[in-house]
C-alpha cells in the first residue's frame, strides 16, 4: 500500500514538472516568435525608408547623399540582424537548458518510481 502511495506521490511531483517544463517551453517560444516578428517589421521600416530616399525630395534645397543615407540603412540592418541573432542564441541556449533539466527529472522520476515498485 506504502508504494502506491509513493508511485501515486511521485506521478503528481512529475506532473507538476512537466507541466513547469512545458509552459516555460512555450513562454520561451513565444518569446522567440515575438523577437523574428519584431525583425520583419523592422526590416520592413528599413525598406521602406531605401524605397522613400529613391524618390526625389522636392523640399529640400540640397539633395541628401544618397550613398551615405544606404550606408546607413544597411548599417542598421546589419546590427538588427547581430541583435535578433544573439537573442536568439540566448533563447536557444535556455530552451535546451530547461530540456537537459527536464530530462533529467524525467530520469529520476522514472529510477525512483522503479525503486518504489520493488
Do not use: C, T, W
Request: proline share 3%; hydrophobic share 30%; charged share 40%.
Amino acid at each position: 500500500m506504502g508504494g502506491l502511495r509513493m508511485e501515486r506521490e511521485l506521478d503528481n511531483q512529475f506532473m507538476l514538472k512537466e507541466d513547469h517544463y512545458f509552459s516555460e517551453k512555450r513562454q520561451l517560444e513565444n518569446q522567440l516568435a515575438q523577437v523574428m516578428e519584431e525583425k520583419r517589421f523592422f526590416l520592413r521600416y528599413l525598406e521602406q525608408l531605401s524605397l522613400q530616399v529613391q524618390r526625389p525630395i522636392p523640399y529640400y534645397d540640397v539633395e541628401p547623399n544618397r550613398q551615405i543615407v544606404y550606408r546607413l540603412l544597411m548599417n542598421s540592418r546589419e546590427e538588427a540582424e547581430q541583435r535578433v541573432k544573439k537573442e536568439q542564441v540566448a533563447i536557444d541556449h535556455q530552451l535546451e537548458e530547461i530540456k537537459r533539466v527536464f530530462y533529467q527529472e524525467r530520469q529520476h522520476y522514472e529510477e525512483m518510481k522503479r525503486r518504489a515498485r520493488r
